[in-house]
């Protein structure tokens, strides 16, 4: 890819682990809300996603776009997802259509999904061997974060199907660095490394798709979500399994 | 049902269909932004569904919704389905939540699925013995009016598996009075008549269910929506088909 990347939400936990394995891979347009906490690996816009303005400003001759910039506050408040996370991307897939970009992954949840996890599941679907979510499933938000990130992936579709734009989802599980969570058999499962979060993201932006919702999780014993749509689709090939951490 | 039911939108369409059929049937709390045309068959709040305020007040003592209240406009803009059909939704959710009402009949639409009728499938899915959709394919709108109604269905999702409301989402096809829409092989594929409405919309405050998403259209000899579910679970039994008006 020799057009710039544009990295939405770059600050974020998810933005610095990819910036710290693909710092030198691409050619960045980082954008934040916040200034940079050290020397960026590229061009720097401050500005939120929910400024139309600043959106095109750094989408202009954009080639692809990571769109991570959110509220990721589980409890964030309803009028918090519905103007970050909702009418932010919403101006972000819209300004992505409007310059051509090939190929946008948006940052998706596990909290698109949360409410799969219901008591006569847990903690059986936590262990290995139990159910797992595929991506084909329809979303169950357990929470308003989650009702955003849905809505997300339903814009990614409508931008993907009217616009062209050829869009993956990836529905994020627990980003730790390290190690997994400890005494937190949920986190486990759902461990996303940072260097599979790398790799991951790295995939989304070489592979070819149209459109696809897959899990963003280690290849752990235990898991609920199942990594198989990664695996074929985008050649995500992880490294890490929080099992080896126990 | 003794308690009164809040019908939001009261002055549009669809609620012309329900409270024509059904106006001396249920103890009406009509909520409209417009004031009453005629007069109207129970008591009128005037209010928009953006004013959480003039919902909580219309919510109070209610014992279920039917949530109409919407930008119908297929091309309507961003801005308005976000504030109109996305936020005014979720005031309306969780209010219903809050007031501790029983069930809520939300008013989807066939352009929460638009962007199935690509051109590979079409004309051949409006055709009788063509594929049908059920209400289990994930969404796919072709419009941001139908974003607006999947993320309303999501909503819903949300408020039942995490408030307990039980939810019924119906995507309605195209509501005509008195004969199918002429020379228009789609909007005969997804008639709905007047009456049949006014059935489905009773069927939905009658019926025990948990959350569902079912069909809104007439008992139509060509059609690519299913109505088994609606049948099913609502014991929805339509009277009209769009070839009898042929």
Redesign the interface.
């Known amino acids: 890819m020799d057009d710039p990347v544009l990295l939405t939400g770059a600050g974020g936990r998810v933005g610095e682990a990819i910036l710290a394995a693909l710092g030198d891979d691409y050619e960045w347009r980082l954008l934040d809300r916040n200034p940079p906490a050290g020397d960026p690996p590229g061009e720097y816009v401050v500005g939120d996603v929910t400024d139309e303005s600043a959106v095109r400003e750094a989408m202009d001759g954009a080639g692809a776009v990571v769109h991570l910039a959110a509220d990721p506050r589980p409890s964030a408040p309803?009028d918090s997802v519905?103007r970050n996370n909702?009418?932010g991307t919403?101006t972000v897939f819209?300004a992505a259509a409007d310059e051509g970009v090939g190929k946008v992954a948006f940052a998706s949840s596990n909290h698109a999904v949360g409410?799969y996890e219901t008591d006569e599941r847990t903690p059986g679907m936590y262990r290995p061997g139990g159910e797992t979510l595929d991506g084909?499933e329809?979303?169950?938000?357990?929470?308003?974060y989650?009702?955003s990130k849905?809505?997300g992936e339903?814009?990614g579709?409508?931008y993907h199907?009217?616009h062209g734009l050829s869009v993956v989802c990836v529905r994020i599980g627990n980003l730790t660095k390290n190690h997994p969570p400890e005494d937190y058999e949920r986190g486990q499962a759902m461990w996303l490394s940072y260097r599979d979060c790398a790799h991951l993201f790295d995939r989304c932006l070489q592979a070819d798709y149209d459109y696809e919702i897959v899990y963003g999780i280690s290849d752990n014993d235990r898991k609920f979500y199942s990594i198989e749509r990664a695996r074929e689709v985008l050649g995500y090939d992880p490294q890490d399994n929080s099992a080896e951490h126990a």
Chains 1, 2 share one sequence.
Do not use: M
């Open positions: 309803w519905l909702i009418d919403r819209a409410a084909s329809p979303p169950r938000p357990g929470n308003l989650g009702v849905a809505t339903i814009l579709r409508y199907d009217e």
